[in-house]
């Protein structure tokens, strides 16, 4: 199976990537035989993909990174770089190729320290593979001194390392670095080229594919969760409930804490599954005695794995509140679009009383405020305002329409 058959719907994206992939393979070959290189090549040391969340655009890199490491000898007869089989491909994809770091952060942000380990890295040649590539997935977590850091390499890259950053948009990555990379925008995969993968890839009922696709509009990874965890389908059920629970400010507050309360517990059992592992993994490396007593002088190694612990939950909580208002925003998207009559397919078609009830009691632009109203309890997490102030207000401003 070829490294591209998980990168949905994004044909122009895969055809550019197949190009640039061939003259990469063009040119180490060249440089491995001593002659010359071509004189043009779609090959470059710095990429970045932006699309919106879902679009695939931490599968196009690491597709991207498994050709430019394949070593198939059918690449000798014509083939395509990126067979999916050989040991350069395998090996990049399941994330244990030697050559190829993919960086991905469960944290709020990507700091100088970690930015500088990747920077020295980038600068060494390649130890048994073709390039020496990084593939950053959080570009956008970058904090502005780790993009100061990241910018020089980027500049001066090394012969054969190749950076491929993702991030939602061109303006989450400073403009002294995106004007240093090849840029290419993923979109948003049609519904039913989802719902396909789902069946295909993960074995799900084709009717219950659809349904999670259809709820995601097109979102990979949402679906297959939804498709696959009945924990999700419950907590996304809960969430299209909440326009129907703001008639009065007490349901308002109810509803608001209920999100909250939701989020922590998500952050809580993510912790529960990390974090004691870490703890104990530490411990035993430090040398813990038998009674748990850690030797003197690891009392700051064990503060720094705490507060990065605590960074983590508080990144987990906000991704699942931001995943609920995801969830909100959709609904309301689908009441504005049977209020104006609209032919978009419907995505909360499984709610649709619940749909019914909001379109008949409300008008086009109430629905219009209410969807600001959620933009801006985004906004408003972005700025470190306390999540329930933020969403509180925000159930206030739906009641209010």
């Known amino acids: 199976m070829p490294v591209w058959d998980d990168l949905v719907g994004q044909d122009r994206v895969q055809a550019q990537l197949g190009a640039a992939a061939r003259d990469a393979d063009t040119l180490v070959t060249a440089i491995a035989s001593g002659t010359a290189p071509p004189d043009a090549s779609k090959m470059t040391h710095a990429w970045l993909f932006t699309g919106p969340p879902g679009s695939g655009r931490a599968t196009a890199a690491r597709s991207f990174a498994a050709a430019l490491q394949c070593v198939s000898p059918d690449r000798a007869l014509g083939g395509e770089p990126g067979c999916g089989f050989c040991d350069g491909c395998h090996t990049t994809l399941v994330g244990t190729h030697a050559d190829v770091e993919i960086v991905r952060t469960d944290l709020l942000s990507i700091g100088v320290k970690e930015t500088r380990e990747l920077v020295r890295r980038a600068q060494l040649s390649p130890a048994g593979g073709r390039w020496q590539v990084i593939v950053l997935e959080d570009a956008d977590r970058l904090t502005e001194g780790a993009g100061n850091v990241l910018l020089k390499a980027v500049e001066e890259p090394a012969p054969r390392t190749v950076w491929l950053l993702c991030a939602p948009s061109l303006e989450d990555v400073l403009p002294t670095i995106r004007s240093r990379c090849r840029h290419l925008t993923l979109r948003t995969p049609p519904v039913d080229a989802v719902a396909e ?205």
Do not use: W
């Open 197 to 401: 993968v789902l069946v295909r890839r993960d074995g799900i009922e084709p009717q219950a594919a659809a349904a999670a696709a259809r709820a995601t509009q097109g979102h990979i990874d949402r679906a297959r969760r939804l498709a696959t965890d009945e924990r999700a389908r419950a907590r996304r059920a809960t969430v299209l409930r909440l326009p129907l629970r703001v008639e009065d400010v007490g349901g308002c507050l109810k509803a608001a804490q209920e999100l909250i309360d939701a989020a922590g517990e998500d952050a809580k059992q993510a912790a529960e599954e990390i974090d004691v592992k870490e703890t104990e993994e530490l411990k035993a490396a430090l040398g813990a005695s038998q009674g748990g007593r850690m030797p003197r002088g690891t009392a700051g190694v064990m503060k720094d794995l705490e507060d990065r612990q605590k960074r983590r939950r508080t990144r987990t909580q906000r991704d699942s509140l931001d995943l609920a208002l995801s969830e909100l925003t959709g609904f309301y998207r689908d009441v504005l679009a049977l209020q104006l009559g609209s032919r978009t397919a419907i995505a909360n078609e499984d709610v649709r009383d619940a749909l019914d009830r909001v379109v008949r009691a409300s008008t086009p632009e109430r629905t219009l405020r209410r969807i600001e109203s959620i933009l801006a309890c985004r906004d408003a997490l972005d700025r470190n305002v306390a999540p329930l102030l933020a969403v509180e207000a925000m159930t206030m401003a739906l009641r209010a329409g």
